[in-house]
């Protein structure tokens, strides 16, 4: 994951921030910021959060 925390409280934080302010899908945020989608579902799966694709945020 380049450029994001790998905390996944952390990585929470950030990803929500960036698809709220900037990015109108996770694809595009990954698509943007060379990050693997799979690595962060499956990091912020591990501490409780499901990405929500009408809401285009973690929760």
């Known amino acids: 994951m380049t450029n994001l925390p790998k ?3 952390l ?4 990803v929500n921030t ?5 990015y109108k899908s996770l ?3 990954c698509e943007d910021m060379n990050a693997d ?3 962060i ?3 912020l799966e591990s501490v ?3 990405y929500d694709e009408g809401k ?3 929760i």
Not at 11 to 14: G, I, K, P, Q, W
């Open 27 to 29: 694809d595009a945020l």
């Open 11 to 14: 990585l929470l934080s950030v």
């Open 7 to 9: 905390d996944a409280i």
């Open 18 to 22: 960036k698809l709220r302010d900037y």
């Open 48 to 50: 409780g959060y499901e």
């Open 41 to 43: 579902i499956c990091k």
């Open 56 to 58: 285009n945020q973690f």
């Open 37 to 39: 989608k799979k690595d």
